[in-house]
């Protein structure tokens, strides 16, 4: 089974300072862990993806998340919040495997992000 | 080029009637998947299909809910006898092949059962 942990339902950062939202996750095997965010009234929007490589991956608008094995944790984050920043925030994972029948995202509850002016 | 698109973006039912929900993938995508998004929850994986074939049913939640795929394209979602606890977001994605890593998802069908 396959399961991710987003502790915080709402984060409120002000805004020009850095911003961390937390992610934890639970796999059998090695993960591949993605990073979404969805603005209201649309669908979800792919940020960024740890696969292999690299610890840290950016991605887009300036996010960038850290793949930490020994903590199992995929924090987003980014230097100088904008109020654009805010919406709701998914940290996702799958079996990382080129066997078919691991396609499966699994998704945390979600995390609402506010910047404040 | 266009994204993934779904059809009705709200609807409105009944307790007790069918509803049909429909994505059409971005041209060329061979992987489909379902998610619903219920009110202060996360995504929960419904249904997977990769061409016409449905590898993966694991997330149906009863018999009522099913799913069907023809041409390799647009994907119907199908909700048999609504009850109050299908209100949710039903939520496509598509992927250009099933080990592509990134799905990209539609805006999304809100569903409100009365």
């Known amino acids: 089974a396959q399961s991710v942990a987003q502790p915080e339902d709402q984060v409120n950062v002000a805004e020009g300072n850095p911003l961390t939202v937390k992610c934890t996750y639970s796999v059998s095997g090695n993960p591949y862990l993605f990073w979404y965010v969805q603005y209201p009234n649309r669908g979800l929007q792919f940020l960024l993806k740890y696969i292999t490589g690299d610890n840290l991956v950016k991605g887009s608008y300036g996010f960038e998340a850290e793949f930490n094995k020994s903590q199992t944790s995929f924090h987003l984050k980014k230097p100088s919040a904008l109020v654009s920043d805010s919406a709701l925030y998914f940290c996702?994972?799958?079996?990382?495997?080129?066997?078919?029948?691991?396609?499966?995202?699994?998704f945390g509850t979600g995390t609402r992000l506010t910047i404040i002016p | 080029g266009a994204g993934v698109s779904q059809s009705p973006s709200n609807k409105v039912t009944e307790k007790g009637k069918d509803v049909e929900l429909r994505c059409d993938p971005i041209s060329g995508h061979t992987a489909l998947y379902w998610y619903r998004q219920s009110l202060g929850q996360g995504l929960e994986f419904l249904i997977y299909?990769?061409?016409?074939?449905?590898?993966?049913k694991s997330g149906l939640p009863s018999d009522r809910f099913s799913a069907e795929r023809t041409g390799g394209s647009v994907s119907t979602l199908t909700i048999q006898r609504t009850q109050q606890e299908d209100s949710a977001v039903y939520l496509c994605?598509?992927?250009?092949?099933?080990?592509?890593?990134?799905?990209?998802f539609g805006p999304g069908t809100r569903l409100t059962v009365l």
């Open positions: 996702a994972v799958r079996v990382g495997s080129s066997n078919f029948g691991n396609e499966k995202l699994t």
């Open positions: 994605a598509s992927s250009p092949d099933w080990n592509y890593n990134e799905q990209f």
């Open positions: 299909f990769q061409g016409n074939s449905a590898p993966d």
